[in-house]
């Protein structure tokens, strides 16, 4: 009953149809997913105290926000913002799954989405079904849009076009990259489905706008719309084929089968309908162009009745209706079979504008049929041969552009999420107490945002009271680093001149993603004397006044002690002759939080 109910919604003319006053056949939109609420707060508070170490209560406000967006995606404006709100919320769901979301681990958050043909609930402890779902409903909200555009007018005919096939590519993305989702309306076939369904309306708006200026009584003009509507009958055909084939059969509503083959019927009536009108109403006069009139009908057909060659058909005023005639019983022939899958679907049936459509066509061919009716009709063995479908705008696929929308991370406080990101653990901070000694800080800085301790001097008064090598900077006094720069946390330190410091610095337990790049160059075969070590060391002093290390005894002369000798041997060797990109202090993009592990889901 739930799912009856459900397709009446999405069929229904009322619900989701343009408000303009149109003759037009009616276009299905898909209706939203439907959620049960989630409550972010206990689980996000949790995790940043114990993964982040960090005071939760400091976040209420960012949850809040979290929270509240998801709410306003339950009820999006039919238009361009209420698409420009769920793209919002599914970007900010790849910053949440990076911040918050551990592979290795579930987070005790449950999500439930009821799928949108039929009804039934999906539950589980995984953001990529939220993430999969909102998508959806992005895509959904798009054929909403299209199918409420004005048909009366180029431009919401335009817009029309341009909404199918947005939803089409975001359909299309999201078979491609959420391949196991355990709601039926996301599964991969019934995903290749709805995408076509949008691009047979997308190209079916596509002649909308061709005609809507009017179809002119001219041979070229006919021969055109004619080829146009063969476009759409055959797109609709392909349609009907796909929604009839296993396992989406079971689960497409049946009123959205009966209307593709409804379509398919009718716009193949209509190409054979102009191709009689250009045959019948257009003699070839004198002075006309033989030659372009005898290539467009040649074109029409992949090839002539047998017997028949199109110069000769033009000339012969006898062959042209009698082809023409033979147009119009195909005509007839499927306008019979559009009006009859109509009256098999109960809401098909109840809709009125369509019913007078498809009668409206069928009369107007009986009524061509009937002025040009020959007495010879059924002795005339002639079979119109299929229109070649052709079009001037193919309707194609408009993937999603995520990155034109720019969306700030809710809790881009927590830090560079290159760092601070959920599969990554380390140390809770440790309070470092120091002085520089003569100006001299005893280690050097390196990295983008957050800053690193480097070169540290073990011996030095912040290597004495903890800090260690490759430890990142995350406050200074009490100051939030961990978004400052070299220069700006360099000039921080020093404006404290002599006076104690207190830095907090953490540590990656996983050593392999302490280390810098840079420093890993040297592990690779490459065996370095202590001498050679030494003069790296002064060669990046001179190349760099800022990194000078203060009151450093030199490597030789720590070997007088085997406690000195372990120290030095474990130290981080220095950089030398490698170069630094430098990178922009900004957010990761969006589109570098989707999890490489949503292909496997």
């Known amino acids: 009953m739930l799912k009856e109910e459900l397709e009446g919604l999405n069929i229904s003319v009322g619900v989701y149809q343009s408000t303009e006053e149109a003759f037009t056949i009616p276009l299905i939109p898909l209706g939203l997913k439907e959620t049960k609420d989630v409550d972010f707060s206990v689980v996000l508070k ?4 114990e993964h982040y170490s960090e005071d939760s209560c400091l976040y209420e406000d960012e949850i809040a926000d979290l929270m509240d967006l998801r709410q306003a995606c339950r009820t999006p404006s039919r238009d361009e913002a209420g698409v420009e709100l769920l793209m919002t919320y599914f970007l900010q769901l790849g910053f949440v799954e990076s911040r918050f979301f551990p592979p290795t681990r579930q987070m005790g958050l449950l999500f439930t989405w009821y799928d949108s043909l039929t009804g039934v609930p999906v539950s589980q402890q995984n953001l990529l079904l939220e993430k999969a779902s909102v998508l959806f409903n992005v895509a959904a909200l798009y054929t909403q849009v299209g199918t409420r555009c004005n048909r009366q007018t180029q431009a919401g005919l335009e817009s029309a076009v341009d909404a199918f096939q947005r939803a089409a590519g975001v359909l299309n993305y999201l078979r491609e990259t959420f391949t196991h989702t355990p709601s039926y309306d996301m599964s991969p076939a019934m995903l290749s489905v709805l995408g076509r369904m949008m691009l047979a309306q997308a190209q079916e708006s596509v002649l909308e706008r061709i005609c809507l200026p009017g179809i002119r009584n001219e041979f070229f003009v006919l021969v055109k719309v004619a080829q146009e509507a063969a476009k759409v009958a055959e797109v609709c055909q392909q349609l009907h084929a796909a929604m009839s084939q296993a396992p ?13 083959c409804v ?5 193949a009536a209509l190409a054979h309908y102009f191709s009689a009108t250009l045959l019948i109403d257009h003699q070839l006069k004198p002075g006309a162009d033989e030659d372009h009139q005898e290539k467009c009908l040649s074109q029409l057909y992949e090839h002539m009745p047998e017997g028949l060659a199109a110069l000769a058909t033009l000339k012969d005023g006898q062959q042209r209706r009698q082809l023409g005639r033979s147009h119009l019983r195909r005509a007839l022939a499927h306008h019979e079979e559009s009006v009859r899958e109509a009256s098999l679907c109960k809401k098909l049936r109840n809709i009125e504008v369509l019913q007078e459509v498809l009668s409206a066509a069928q009369e107007r061919s009986r009524l061509k049929y009937s002025q040009h009716q020959a007495d010879d009709d059924l002795l ?11 079009t001037e705008q193919e309707a194609e696929i408009t ?24 599969n990554k653990r380390w140390t809770p901070p440790r309070s470092v107490h120091f002085t520089a000694e003569e100006g001299d800080l005893g280690f050097t800085l390196r990295g983008n945002t957050p800053v690193q301790v480097h070169c540290l001097d073990p011996y030095c008064s912040a290597g004495l009271a903890g800090a260690k090598e490759g430890d990142y900077i995350v406050s200074i006094q009490g100051v939030d680093c961990k978004w400052l720069t070299v220069g700006e946390v360099m000039k921080l330190l020093k404006s404290f001149g002599e006076d104690e410091i207190e830095m907090k610095v953490v540590s990656l337990l996983d050593s392999t993603s302490s280390m810098h790049n840079k420093c890993a160059t040297y592990s690779v075969g490459m065996q370095k004397t202590y001498s050679m070590i030494c003069l790296a060391i002064e060669d990046d002093d001179k190349s760099d006044k800022t990194k000078k290390i203060s009151k450093k005894l030199s490597f030789l002369s720590w070997g007088t002690s085997k406690n000195r000798q372990k120290s030095a041997s474990t130290l981080c060797l220095p950089s030398v002759g490698v170069s630094r990109p430098q990178i922009k202090k900004k957010l990761p993009s969006p589109l570098s939080l989707l999890n490489s592990e949503s292909s496997l889901y």
């Open 46 to 49: 949790d995790f940043i105290l």
């Open 248 to 260: 989406v059969r079971e689960n497409v509503p049946y009123s959205w089968a009966s209307l593709a």
């Open 263 to 267: 379509k398919a019927h009718h716009y």
């Open 380 to 390: 005339n063995l002639i079979q119109a041969p299929d229109i070649v479908p052709k």
């Open 399 to 422: 993937p999603p552009q995520f990155s034109k929308l720019a969306v700030t991370d809710f809790f881009q406080k927590l830090g560079p999420l290159s760092v601070f990101s959920a």
